[in-house]
């Protein structure tokens, strides 16, 4: 199994720019989540999705940022426009979502907004 | 939200010493799960706990889940280099879990 694959690994840009990460879940599984990771605040839960539909985005932190899932194959966090404090690591996993279910995550996009 | 709290924050050890991590709540929990992350890459599952009071054991890792199911504990016996990296706690009242800050664990030779 090729796991949860995220792209681009890396991304710098400049403020006020939009960026646009990807993510590919583990094929079965209906669950997806996208975390950020900073020192300051760990491992945050933005948006997760069941089969295909957003059920909690209480974590998004401003109407910049937005998330889609059009297939069960294929999730998308956009941030538009992008800011300085946006810089962070942002990570999908996803699950098969029964249960006390584990969360296999990406290896993450290093985001980097100057 | 669920709030997890992990210490210590950073613990810098000798290969050989036993250490113990500690991930603690006021809230209840119906699981806990523990997880390794390494530079560069997404933490990964090494356990979850699930009935108060339970024990789990994954070689020289001991994982402990509290009585009243609010707190968790990680112990290592004769810690190895190998076993550097972030560990993590993390529960939720459903399977959007909530993570605590982790505790960055350094083995030295």
């Known amino acids: 199994d090729a796991g949860v694959i995220q792209s681009p690994r890396h991304e710098v840009t400049e403020m006020g720019q939009e960026v646009t990460l990807r993510c590919k879940p583990i094929s079965g599984h209906n669950s997806l989540f996208w975390y950020r990771q900073t020192m300051m605040r760990g491992l945050e839960l933005l948006i997760y999705?069941?089969?295909?539909?957003?059920?909690?985005d209480s974590g998004m932190p401003e109407d910049r940022f937005s998330a889609k899932m059009p297939n069960a194959s294929f999730s998308t966090l956009k941030i538009q426009p992008s800011e300085p404090r946006d810089s962070a690591v942002y990570f999908c996993a996803s699950s098969s979502g029964t249960g006390p279910s584990p969360l296999h995550f990406g290896n993450g996009t290093r985001l980097t907004v100057t | 939200t669920q709030l997890l709290e992990q210490s210590p924050q950073f613990l810098s050890i000798q290969e050989g010493e036993n250490l113990t991590v500690y991930c603690n709540s006021s809230s209840v929990f119906s699981s806990l799960q523990w997880y390794r992350q390494e530079p560069g890459e997404g933490p990964v599952l090494l356990v979850t706990?699930?009935?108060?009071?339970e024990v789990k054991k994954l070689k020289r890792l001991t994982f402990q889940f509290g009585d009243a199911r609010k707190d968790s504990s990680l112990h290592i016996t004769a810690a190895q280099p190998g076993d550097t990296g972030l560990y993590l706690c993390?529960?939720?009242?459903?399977?959007?879990?909530?993570f605590g800050k982790g505790t960055s664990l350094l083995v030295t030779p």
């Open positions: 706990v699930v009935t108060g009071g």
């Open positions: 993390a529960g939720g009242p459903g399977y959007a879990l909530n």
């Open positions: 999705f069941n089969n295909n539909v957003p059920i909690d």
